[in-house]
C-alpha cells in the first residue's frame, strides 16, 4: 500500500462522502454547541454534543473541509454510537478516548490506533506520518473535548 | 556578463531541486509562497559569515569596515534592481514589516483623521489589508474596497468612482499572489494622484518575474520580499520617493537611527536609517544583493519569455481538464505564471496531498486572501506557482497529476 | 553529550577566527555588538535551506511538512534554552523589534495615559529607551530614569523612591552593554510587582553569557537577539508570561497570524502567533535552535568561569594601565567579560585604529548608550567584550595594545 | 611606513594638538555658522564662515572629535590662509577644493591629494583607504560647504 493510499483508505473515502451525525441535530436540555477552525486550510466544523447524567447522549455537526476532516468527525459519531449504545458512551470514557486518539496522531506513526478501541476511526492510524495533517483529523475530535468541558 | 537562458543551466544551480519526494523528483510550483535560493546566494551568506562578518555602521575596526561596505554596496545593487537610489530604499525584514511601517508611520504622523479613505483592492494579501484596518480602526478612517471582477480583474470603473476627495491612501498589489493577473498600476496612480492620495504598491509577487523600475511606475511606495525573489528569510525592502519617505516619521526606534538622544528625547537620523531601528540583517542584505546579481547575470527577458510560456501551458493545461475551475481565468490582462484552481468535489488539501504524492509541491488553502477567496465562493484554493528553475516537462508532470485527482478521490467526472 | 571546556576546541568552530588583519591574527572583542557563527549555525542554515527550505504552516506537501517541524522544533529548543515553554516564545527579527513590539502593543492596547509612569535605568540601550520615549509621548505617560551610580551600579534606593503607585511598566537591562555588569533583577522585579507594574527585561547581554531562567527570574517580558548568542541576524526572541501576552495586542498585521479574515476586520490567533506577522525568518530560527544546541554542548559551568576569569584579567589589566579611565569599575556586582574605557588624551576612534592596526576589534562610540556616557561626561568610549572563544593571550594582546596607543599619539603619560 | 603611520603622520598628530582656526570669532557682516556631527561615533563641529564679496574672508571652528577630525578642520583653515593670503580666498575655489578633496577621500586610495593644492591637507591622504574614517576627515568640509550655501 503507497502512502497515500494508507492516508486515504477506502474507509476514510467512504466516510467523507457519507458523514454520520451531518446535521446539527435540536439543543437538548444538556447541549453544548463549539465552533472550531483550522486557520491554515480554512476547515470548519460546528458540533453539537448533548449529555445527559454522565452519558454522551448525542454528537451531531455540520462544517466542510477535506475528506479526512470530514471522515474523521463521520467515524467519532460512528464510534460513540456504536460503543455507547441507546444509552450513550459515559463521558470519562469518550474523554478517554479523545486523549488516547491524540496520543496516537501525534506519535509520527509510532501509535497505532487499533480496532477494537476505536473502530472505523482506526483507519486514520495513517495520518499520525502526515504532520500537517493532523490537525484535520483532530478537528471534530478537539471540537467534542471542548464541548465536553462546557455540556 | 548576460547568459544566454539555459533553464537546465539555471537547474544546475538550486541544490534543493535535486530532492525526491517519496520516491518522484521534486516538481517545486510553490515559489509565490517562498523561493528555493541559489548556490550564489547560500555562498553569499556564508562566505561573509566566515570572512567579514561584523557589527556594521560601528567601529573603527576592519572588519566592521568591511562589512559595512558589503552591507550598504548590496543596498545599492538592490536600489538598482528596482530602478532606485540606495537612499530610497529601507531594509525591513519582509514585505509585512514594510507595508506595517508605512500604515504604521501615517498612523504616528496623525495623516489620517475621521473622515479620510483608504482604498486598497478585494484580491490583497492579508499583509496589505489589515495594517489598513488597524490604522482605519484608530484614526477614524474608512477603508475602501475596489472590486474583483469574474474574471479577476479589477472594476475600475468602481476604482474611479471609489477614489475620491476624501480618499489618503491608494494601497494594492502589483501581481496579485492567487490570480497572478498583474494590475493596472499606471491607472491607479493616475486615479491616486488626481485626489492627491499616497500610492503604496505590494510588489511581492512582481518582484521575482517582472522588470521592476519603482521610480517611472508613479507609485509613492512599494515593498517586496528577499525570500520570494531567491534571497533569504528575514529581509525586505521599503522603497519610497525621497520627499514621501522624508515626510515619514519612524515606526520602530532604537539603535543606529538616532543623531542625539537624551534621557527625555531622540532625534533621528535621514532616511533610510530612520527607518532602520536596531542591528540589520546584514549577512541578508548580502545575500539578497547576491540574488539580484545572480538574476541579472541571465538573459531576462528570455527568463520572462520562458515564464510566459509556462503561464499558458499551466492555464490551457488546466482549462482542459475536466472539473477544474481556475480562479481569474483572463486573457484580458497580463499575468505571471502563477495560478488557483479549485477540482470540483475534491477539497484544496486532499488535491494538494495527492499531487505532493508524486513529488508535486503546490501550496493549498486560502493563500492569505480570505476575502478574495469568498468573493469566489469559496474558503480554499490550489495554487501552482512557478519560478526562473520551472521547466515544461515539470508543468506537464503537475498537469498529468492534477487530471488524477478526481479519479482518486471517487468524485465523478 | 557535555563536551569538557576547551578553548581551543571550541575556537576550531569558528572559521572567521582564523582571519589575519594587517598581518596579525584576528582578536575578535567585539561580540558585544555581534557574535561569530560557529559552523555548527553555518551548517544547519544551509542544510535546512538545501534540504528541506519551504513555507511553513501552509500546504500539505512534504516540504513544507518538514520545514514546519523544523521550525517549530527551534521554537522548542530556544525556549527551553530561556527556561520556557514555546508558547511563550515570540519570534521577532531581534531584541529592538522585540522591545518597539511591546511599547507598541501596550500603546495600541490604552494600557498607558497621562498621569502615569514608565520607568526605565540610565543605563539603558537605545533601544530599550526610545520606544519608551515615543510610548510616553504619545500617551501623555511620563518617563522617569534610575540613575546610575559612579561605580555603574543602579542607585537602588532612587529605584524604590521612583517605583510608585504611578508606575506601569518597568523596563530594565539584565547586563549593561556598556558597563558589563548585571543589574538587580529579583530587586527590581520586586518592587515593580510591589506596584503592579509589568517588567521589562531586555536580555540582549545576559542570554549569551549567564544561564537564564525567564520564568523564574520573575519578570513578566523579555528580549534578546540571536545575532548575539552565536546565531543569524534577523532573529531574536521576545519571551512573555501566558497572561501576559495573551492580554496583548498585535502590534504589526497580516498574514499567518489570523484566523478569519474579512474585508473590514480580522480575529487573531493567540500568541505566540497572533505577534508574528507574514513569513517568519525560518531559516534562521533553524540556525538558532543550533547555536544554543551547539552551546549547549559545552560544559557551560566552564565556560563561564573561563569568560570570568578573562573579565578579571582585562579589568585588573586595563587598571594597571596610565591614563585609562574604566566605565563601572567595581567589584559589587555580578559581571559579564565586557568593559569599557576612555585613554586619557586619545579619542576612542583613534585608539580602536590603533588597536585594529595589531589586529585588535574592539567597538569604539557610544554603543547606544549616549545618556549612559553623557551621565559619566564622555561622548565616545572603547569597548572590548570577550566571547567563549577568546583565550587569556588574546586579552594580553589587547592590553598590551592598549599600553602602546598614549606613546603612539604622543601623550605623556 | 606601515598603514597607521601613513593614516597618523607626524603633521596629522601635530595640527589634531595644535589647531588653526579653533575658537569661533565673532560673527561679521555676511557669516553663517554650522553644525556638523558624525552620529557614529558622536564627533561634531561648530564651522563659522564669514564672507566678504566673493570671497571667503575667515573660518573658525570649535569641536572635539577624533585626531583626523581636528586635523582636518585645522588644516582646512590653514589651507585657506595660505592660499588665500590677507583677501581670503575666492568663493568658488574653495568650493572647488572641497569637491576635489571628498573625491580623492573616497577614491579609497586611488586618487591622492597633492601637496601643491592642498598643502598640509595632503597628509591625510592614507585615510582614503580607510573608508570608515572618511567621514572623520570630511566633517570640516562638509561644514564649510554648508556654510558657503548659507553665507
Ligand atoms: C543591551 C542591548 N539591548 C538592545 C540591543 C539591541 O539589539 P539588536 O540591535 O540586536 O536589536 C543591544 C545590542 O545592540 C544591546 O546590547
Ligand atoms: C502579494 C503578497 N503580499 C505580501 C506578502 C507578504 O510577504 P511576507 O510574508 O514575505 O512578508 C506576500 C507573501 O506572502 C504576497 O504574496
Given at each position: 500500500m503507497s502512502g497515500l493510499e494508507s492516508l486515504y483508505q477506502e474507509l476514510i473515502l467512504d466516510h467523507a462522502k457519507n458523514?454520520?451525525?451531518?446535521g446539527l441535530a435540536d439543543p437538548g436540555a444538556h447541549s453544548a454547541t463549539v465552533h472550531q477552525r483550522?486557520?491554515?486550510?480554512g476547515d470548519e466544523i460546528t458540533l453539537r454534543v448533548d449529555v445527559e447524567g454522565d452519558r454522551v447522549a448525542s454528537v451531531t455537526w455540520e462544517g466542510a473541509g477535506c475528506s479526512i476532516s470530514q471522515a474523521s468527525a463521520s467515524m467519532l459519531v460512528a464510534l460513540l454510537q456504536e460503543d455507547g449504545?441507546?444509552?450513550?458512551?459515559?463521558r470519562a470514557d469518550a474523554e478517554a478516548l479523545i486523549a488516547s486518539f491524540r496520543e496516537a496522531l501525534r506519535s509520527r506513526g509510532k501509535i497505532p490506533l487499533d480496532e477494537e478501541t476505536f473502530?472505523?476511526?482506526?483507519?486514520?492510524?495513517?495520518?499520525?506520518?502526515?504532520t500537517a495533517r493532523v490537525k484535520c483529523a483532530m478537528l471534530a475530535w478537539v471540537a467534542l473535548e471542548e464541548g465536553l468541558r462546557q455540556a | 556578463m548576460t547568459l544566454p537562458f539555459d533553464v537546465d543551466a539555471v537547474r544546475a544551480?538550486?541544490?534543493?531541486?535535486e530532492t525526491e519526494v517519496d520516491g518522484h523528483p521534486l516538481v517545486y510550483l510553490d515559489s509565490g509562497a517562498t523561493s528555493q535560493k541559489p548556490r550564489a546566494v547560500l555562498d553569499a551568506e556564508r562566505d561573509f559569515l566566515e570572512r567579514a562578518n561584523a557589527a556594521v555602521?560601528?567601529?573603527?575596526h576592519t572588519l566592521a569596515a568591511e562589512a559595512t561596505e558589503l552591507f550598504e554596496d548590496a543596498r545599492v545593487t538592490v536600489a538598482e534592481f528596482v530602478?532606485?537610489?540606495?537612499?530610497q530604499l529601507v531594509w525591513t525584514s519582509g514585505a509585512t514589516a514594510g507595508l506595517n511601517l508605512v500604515a504604521g508611520s501615517l498612523g504616528y504622523a496623525g495623516r489620517l483623521r475621521e473622515g479620510d479613505e483608504i482604498v486598497v483592492t478585494e484580491a490583497e494579501h492579508h499583509a496589505n489589508l489589515i495594517p489598513w484596518q488597524e490604522l482605519a480602526a484608530r484614526t477614524g478612517a474608512r477603508l475602501r474596497h475596489i472590486p474583483v471582477l469574474d474574471d479577476g480583474t479589477l472594476d475600475m470603473h468602481a476604482a474611479a468612482d471609489l477614489i475620491?476627495?476624501?480618499?489618503?491612501v491608494v494601497a494594492f498589489t502589483h501581481?496579485?499572489?492567487?490570480?497572478g493577473i498583474v494590475n493596472p498600476v499606471a491607472k491607479l496612480v493616475t486615479l491616486a494622484r488626481g485626489v492627491g492620495a499616497l500610492t503604496v504598491l505590494d510588489a511581492c509577487q512582481s518582484a521575482p518575474h517582472l522588470a521592476l523600475d519603482l521610480p517611472a511606475s508613479g507609485v509613492d511606495l512599494a515593498v517586496f520580499s528577499g525570500h520570494k525573489i531567491y534571497g533569504p528569510y528575514g529581509i525586505g525592502a521599503l522603497w519610497g520617493r525621497d520627499e514621501v519617505l522624508e515626510a515619514l516619521p519612524p515606526f520602530t526606534t532604537g539603535?543606529?537611527?538616532?543623531t542625539t538622544v537624551t534621557l527625555d528625547k531622540a532625534e533621528y537620523l535621514p532616511p533610510p536609517q530612520r527607518f532602520e531601528?536596531?542591528?540589520?540583517?546584514v549577512s541578508q542584505a548580502v545575500a539578497l544583493a547576491a540574488a539580484v546579481r545572480w538574476l541579472g547575470q541571465h538573459d531576462l527577458e528570455a527568463a520572462h519569455a520562458h515564464e510566459a510560456m509556462l503561464e499558458k501551458r499551466m492555464r490551457e493545461g488546466l482549462r482542459s481538464i475536466p472539473g477544474i475551475r481556475l480562479l481569474g481565468?483572463?486573457?484580458a490582462a497580463d499575468r505571471v505564471a502563477l495560478q488557483a484552481f479549485e477540482v470540483e468535489g475534491v477539497h484544496a488539501h486532499d488535491v494538494g496531498q495527492f499531487l505532493d504524492s508524486r513529488g508535486v509541491a503546490v501550496r493549498v488553502g486560502h493563500h492569505c486572501a480570505q476575502p478574495l477567496h469568498r468573493r469566489f465562493g469559496m474558503t480554499a484554493s490550489v495554487r501552482a506557482s512557478a519560478a526562473i528553475h520551472t521547466t515544461e516537462a515539470e508543468v506537464d508532470t503537475f498537469l498529468d497529476a492534477v487530471s488524477g485527482v478526481r479519479g482518486f478521490f471517487g468524485v465523478s467526472a
Open positions: 458523514r454520520r451525525g451531518f483550522n486557520p491554515v486550510c449504545g441507546d444509552e450513550g458512551m459515559p473502530a472505523d476511526a482506526a483507519a486514520l492510524s495513517g495520518v499520525s506520518k502526515y | 544551480d538550486f541544490p534543493i531541486l555602521h560601528r567601529g573603527a530602478g532606485a537610489e540606495p537612499e475620491g476627495e476624501r480618499t489618503r501581481v496579485s499572489n492567487v490570480l539603535g543606529s537611527m538616532i531601528a536596531g542591528t540589520q540583517p481565468d483572463t486573457d
